[in-house]
Antibody, heavy 123, light 113 residues
Framework: EVQLLESGGGLVQPGGSLRLSCAASGFSFSTYAMNWVRQAAGKGLEWVSSIGNSDGSTYYPDSVKGRFTISRDNSKNTLYLQMNSLRVEDTAVYYC????????????????WGQGTMVTVSS | DIVMTQSPDSLAVSLGERATINCKASQSVLYRSNNKNYLAWYQQKVGQPPKLLIY???TRESGVPDRFSGSGSGTDFTLTISSLQAEDVAVYYCQQYDSTPYTFGQGTKLEIK
């Protein structure tokens, strides 16, 4: 069964750090680009980052650039999101999502999604 | 950034009737080199992650019922549900994946009338 399982969410103070993980199974993880997408309570979807399959290419929106770092370990079939200098407005459910292609900024749609992990930034 | 604007924000349709959701991109998401529109539609039910319905603007994802269809090109796109079923109650999002930052529409909440 194709599956993505996020972990690492929790409560953190403003200015703090958190590392999310996403364990992939049921497909050839190293073949596909991967993404993080977040959703604040009652709000829409916001793309957070993307990483190519093996070329190390990474992409971020301005809202997280310089604070978040996406990475992957293809030997462990795992995607990561290191989040530093967290702000209250980063509070959301964070989903990892598989892209249908391998790399590049002109990408593919997101065909597999995890169940999400909740990140709460509050003092 | 490409801004995606959906209309309407919410929609109530009777069971068995047609539902139509529109999505407009602030610039074209058609890539001339391969004549593909980098536009997807997702369905999100309460408490669940999004689910891919349509990609390349009109290609139905495997397993998606054929009552769902996508159309449009360039900047104007439509998701149509030909005969609404109770299980189609959800929020629907369009997304462009032509260029980063990948952007989603604000969502359209579909309910039963």
């Amino acid at each position: 069964e194709v599956q993505l399982l996020e972990s690492g969410g929790g409560l953190v103070q403003p200015g703090g750090s958190l590392r999310l993980s996403c364990a992939a199974s049921g497909f050839s993880f190293s073949t596909y680009a991967m993404n993080w997408v977040r959703q604040a309570a009652g709000k829409g979807l916001e793309w957070v980052s993307s990483i190519g399959n093996s070329d190390g290419s990474t992409y971020y929106p301005d809202s997280v650039k310089g604070r978040f770092t996406i990475s992957r370990d293809n030997s462990k079939n795992t995607l990561y999101l290191q989040m530093n200098s967290l702000r209250v407005e980063d509070t959301a459910v964070y989903y990892c999502a598989k892209r249908t292609d391998g790399s590049g900024s002109r990408g593919g749609s997101f065909d597999i999604w995890g169940q999400g992990t909740m990140v709460t930034v509050s003092s | 950034d490409i801004v995606m604007t959906q209309s309407p924000d919410s929609l109530a349709v009777s069971l068995g009737e047609r539902a139509t959701i529109n999505c407009k991109a602030s610039q074209s998401v058609l890539y001339r080199s391969n004549n593909k529109n980098y536009l997807a539609w997702y369905q999100q039910k309460v408490g669940q992650p999004p689910k891919l319905l349509i990609y390349w603007a009109s290609t139905r994802e495997s397993g998606v019922p054929d009552r769902f269809s996508g159309s449009g090109s360039g900047t104007d796109f439509t998701l149509t549900i030909s005969s609404l079923q109770a299980e189609d109650v959800a929020v629907y999002y369009c997304q462009q994946y032509d260029s980063t930052p990948y952007t989603f529409g604000q969502g359209t909440k579909l309910e039963i009338k």
